[in-house]
């Protein structure tokens, strides 16, 4: 009787390790398959032959858990000297079919943290919409590439998402309004793209960004002035678009704002006094639009500029006696307004 008990009770432990066995095998072999399509969407370069034989936890370039052998972080950055194994990644734009590279199996990979994919000018096609099902993703990392197609609709989704990186690519369409609902997102870097439409006027409710960088694209409407409530934006880049509208007063009052570039749109009206006035601006460039009026007499004895650049612009009167009190000047371009002599 005992030892028939024993026997069960050995053969059922042995059922719950197989089991668990099979369980997790079965996640494991989705990531490998989900890996292998990736390697075998560049289908060439240095990736080809360090991605080789199943135990992917140990390809340069990929992270696993070490409990549950789920890959958790991609990392390949073709410019970084760092990974010479995976160097050679700028090849032949002939070979392999490159819009698979970011496949939907890419999505298989359910307990991925960091995805980072920078400076493949090789890499092409579209970010898969099912990439916004990887809810646990903080780091989406995919400048420098050739990315086309649109941001993914549910990329507010992403609740988790504390990095998002699409700059220099080719991606085109509108900023997806789901985007606001990224609650964690400190840094947002989309400049660079063909992304037309409006900044979405409830930007402000990502309150934990620090830097926003939607420069180099053709967006179009006016400065929403929600942006101001982002009290923790140090860098603010909405250079090189097609923004028109006057520039919120309220953007003087960020408490720390430290660089602002809004050079090259249509910016009309007069540059509002707090910008003179906020102490922690440092980088000011407001070149190229059609701003106008008198320069606001409100530099204080703290304002420290190391760029300050209104030129091209439409300003009139006289430079403002307060400038001359300022603790630093660094460079200054008040050049092709309309200045008095
Ligand atoms: C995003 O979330 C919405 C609401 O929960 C859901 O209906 C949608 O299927 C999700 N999208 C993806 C791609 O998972
Ligand atoms: C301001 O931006 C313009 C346009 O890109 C650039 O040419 C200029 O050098 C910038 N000004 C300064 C002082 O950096």
Redesign the pocket.
């Known amino acids: 009787m005992r030892s028939i008990t024993g026997v069960s009770m050995m053969s059922s432990a042995l059922v719950v390790l197989l089991i668990s066995a099979f369980h997790v095998n079965g996640a494991v072999l989705s990531d490998l398959k989900a890996v292998a399509a990736f390697r075998d969407g560049i289908n060439g370069g240095g990736i080809t032959t360090a991605w080789t034989g199943d135990e992917f936890c140990i390809w340069p370039g990929i992270v696993c858990d070490p409990n549950t052998l789920r890959v958790t972080d991609i990392v390949l950055r073709a410019d970084d000297p760092a990974s010479s194994s995976l160097e050679n990644q700028k090849f032949d734009l002939l070979s392999g079919d490159r819009t698979r590279l970011f496949s939907d199996s890419l999505c298989l990979l359910d307990q991925l943290t960091t995805l980072i994919v920078t400076d493949y000018t090789s890499i092409s096609g579209q970010i898969p919409?099912?990439i916004?099902?990887i809810t646990g993703l903080r780091i989406l990392d995919l400048s420098g590439n050739r990315i086309t197609g649109e941001i993914p609709a549910?990329i507010g989704?992403l609740s988790e998402l504390i990095v998002l990186n699409l700059a220099d690519n080719q991606i085109s369409g509108s900023i997806p309004p789901s985007i606001v609902n990224l609650r964690s997102l400190r840094i947002l870097d989309i400049s660079n793209n063909q992304i037309s439409g409006e900044v979405p006027s409830d930007i402000g409710n990502l309150e934990m960004l620090s830097r926003a960088i939607l420069g180099g694209n053709q967006l179009t409407g006016s400065i929403p002035s929600s942006i101001s409530s982002l009290s923790r934006i140090a860098d603010l880049d909405l250079s090189t678009n097609q923004i028109s509208g006057s520039i919120p007063e309220s953007i003087g009052s960020m408490p720390v704002l430290s660089a602002l570039n809004l050079y090259c749109n249509q910016l009309s009206g007069e540059i509002p006094a707090s910008l003179f006035s906020n102490r922690g601006l440092s980088h000011l460039n407001l070149s190229r639009n059609s701003l106008e009026g008198k320069l606001p007499d409100s530099f204080s004895s703290e304002s420290y500029f190391t760029v300050l650049d209104l030129s091209y612009n439409k300003l009139i009167g006289e430079v403002p006696k307060s400038m001359e009190n300022v603790k630093y000047m660094g460079a200054l371009d008040l050049s092709n307004n309309n200045f008095e002599a």
Request: hydrophobic fraction near 15%; include cysteine.
């Open positions: 919409a099912c916004t099902s549910d989704n």
